[in-house]
């Protein structure tokens, strides 16, 4: 029961224990190889339950896109130029005796 970084939960349940909602403790069975990013918060609508012929999310998403200056996070927008760096760094502290 969370929402992923690009979404925003539309309230303080984020989608979860509600009528037509899996339940609060998450123990609400959902179809095999369910993709968790859409199950965290209900990031869509009519989203298939475990339960063969039942959904879950049928009046309206748990979360929604998140905005940032009214352009949404996810998808990320087509950049020109630039580039990602990437390091790995040794921290032997991090991980001490």
Known sequence: CWAMDEWRCVDET?????????RADCSSPVPAGAAANTYSCGHGTHVPSGIPGESFWEAGPGCVDKMVLGVPTNPAPFRRGGRVAISFEALPWLHGA
Request: proline share 22%; glycine share 44%.
């Open 14 to 22: 984020c989608g979860y224990g509600g009528p037509g909602q899996p």
